[in-house]
């Protein structure tokens, strides 16, 4: 290894590289930065912590059987964990769009640890007394580390950010169903006038959908739990010890304190992505549902003059830079368009993982990338959607009365007694004339007490 001051001279398989003179990374990670100047952006830190849970682990194991010398494997320790702590992120900066696998990602964490490790061992940096490949990535490949270290990654995210906002946005929708269930209203169908019902039956609805999801989440979730270690570069544990796979993975359960296991089928593991593609169909259905949603919200709180008004949602900013005392659902509009970015992300993953090819799916860091920053994203905007604006949602009663007893459908109540075509025929001549219901019955001699009370709108919720 060569130093001029600014940079230090690396070798790899395919010969010398120029590397910056302080960077923890080597000449794998200094091509592949070279080669992926495509996007400006980097896999996420819940992607590089479960990397570091790996080595570490890894290394552990690798100790317990024997294969890696005890002072070796306690540096590679402590620069995995300090890699686990967050300590080095500025140091893993391959492009999402790198070479097929993830094998600069693998490698640039190899790097980094390996030359942190080697510089708690007394060696320079480049110098590699703690070799990335000998050493810190012994019994491992590219292939099994990547799978599982989104399978962690997006375990650990889902139980920590995304399970939590969506059962709090549920808790919230089930609140405001108990406080808005005494307020009655028009309901719409085709956006026109439809039976009465109650606003809090309106958000009950909101809120089931929701509660459904979280238990399918929360199923989903069991699938994270399969990760491959110690299936190598294909499934088979070639270059690993015969205990190196449980040992691996009694370490990764004890540093996450989650459940992880072998995989029912080593192989599928390696070929599939099953899991990812489960969960971001989740989140697309999920994007679905709150894009209904949001746009009932906006909906119902249209105006204030000109729309339906039978909802005020919280003023968080002002709406214009032209028109004065404007103000927009902002919160609302937002959550619509992270829902876009969702269903976007889910055709992405499709797409991505039609792509395996026999023992392994290459496309793996577009898909870690596409699932992470989609848990990431939803769980996001769902704590904000819940905190700035379904919290402090308020009705209009007077507007959703008056609006419910101008509603023609209230005719709906005659039909049992005086049959469809008659109803019908009352509804029509009250829209023709612009009368109401009961004005219509007056002039026919029919506003009796039974039709009165058939028609009465707190009678039909």
């Given at each position: 290894?060569?130093?001029?001051g600014?940079?230090?001279?690396e070798?790899?398989s ?20 070279e ?15 479960a ?9 552990a ?9 005890p002072?070796?494997g ?5 620069a ?16 999402i ?11 640039n964490a ?8 080697t ?66 209203k ?9 039976v ?38 294909i499934?088979?544990?070639i270059?690993?010890h015969?205990d ?76 214009s ?43 793996m ?22 905190t ?15 609006l ?44 009796t007490?039974?039709?009165?009370r ?8």
């Amino acid at each position: 290894m060569n130093t001029n001051g600014r940079y230090r001279t690396e070798k790899d398989s395919l010969g010398e590289v120029k590397v910056p003179a302080q960077a923890y990374y080597g000449a794998e990670t200094q091509r592949a930065l070279e080669n992926f100047q495509i996007s400006g952006q980097s896999l996420p830190r819940s992607f590089i912590r479960a990397q570091g849970i790996i080595k570490a682990s890894a290394a552990a194991a690798n100790m317990r059987t024997g294969e890696l010398p005890p002072d070796t494997g306690s540096f590679i320790l402590q620069a995995a964990e300090e890699v686990i702590a967050g300590k080095w992120d500025d140091h893993f900066n391959v492009d999402i769009y790198q070479a097929g696998a993830g094998t600069s990602q693998n490698m640039n964490a190899n790097e980094v640890i390996g030359n942190r490790a080697t510089q708690l061992a007394g060696g320079n940096l480049g110098s590699k007394l703690i070799h990335p490949h000998d050493h810190v990535n012994k019994s491992q490949s590219t292939n099994d580390t990547f799978p599982s270290a989104l399978h962690i990654a997006a375990a650990e995210s889902i139980i920590q950010d995304f399970l939590p906002a969506l059962s709090t946005l549920n808790q919230s929708l089930q609140r405001k169903s108990e406080e808005l269930m005494g307020v009655k209203k028009s309901g719409r169908t085709h956006l026109h006038d439809a039976v009465p019902i109650r606003m809090g039956q309106e958000f009950a609805g909101y809120a089931g959908t929701i509660e459904t999801l979280y238990k399918q989440a929360e199923t989903i979730l069991q699938s994270f739990y399969e990760i491959g270690l110690g299936g190598n570069a294909i499934g088979t544990p070639i270059n690993t010890h015969k205990d190196y796979k449980q040992y691996v993975l009694e370490e990764i359960c004890r540093r996450t304190n989650l459940p992880f296991r072998p995989p029912a089928s080593m192989f599928s593991f390696m070929q599939n992505r099953n899991a990812a593609i489960q969960m971001m169909a989740l989140l697309k259905e999920l994007a679905i549902h709150l894009i209904k949603i949001t746009s009932d919200l906006r909906l119902l709180s249209s105006g204030p003059r000109t729309g339906f008004s039978e909802i005020n949602l919280p003023a968080v900013q002002p709406g214009s830079t032209i028109m004065p005392g404007k103000i927009n659902p902002a919160i609302l509009e937002m959550a619509h368009m992270v829902c876009c970015r969702i269903i976007g992300n889910d055709a992405v993953m499709a797409a991505a993982a039609m792509a395996g090819q026999l023992e392994i799916n290459v496309m793996m860091p577009v898909i870690a990338s596409t699932l992470l920053e989609s848990i990431e994203i939803m769980s996001n905007a769902i704590k904000t959607l819940v905190t700035k604006c379904i919290n402090g949602i308020t009705a209009n009663e007077q507007t959703c009365r008056q609006l419910m007893e101008d509603s023609l459908a209230v005719v709906t109540g005659l039909s049992p007694k005086h049959g469809y075509d008659t109803a019908a025929q009352i509804g029509n001549e009250a829209d023709e004339q612009n009368k109401s219901i009961k004005q219509i019955l007056q002039e026919k001699g029919m506003l009796t007490e039974e039709n009165l009370r058939a028609i009465d709108p707190d009678t039909m919720v």
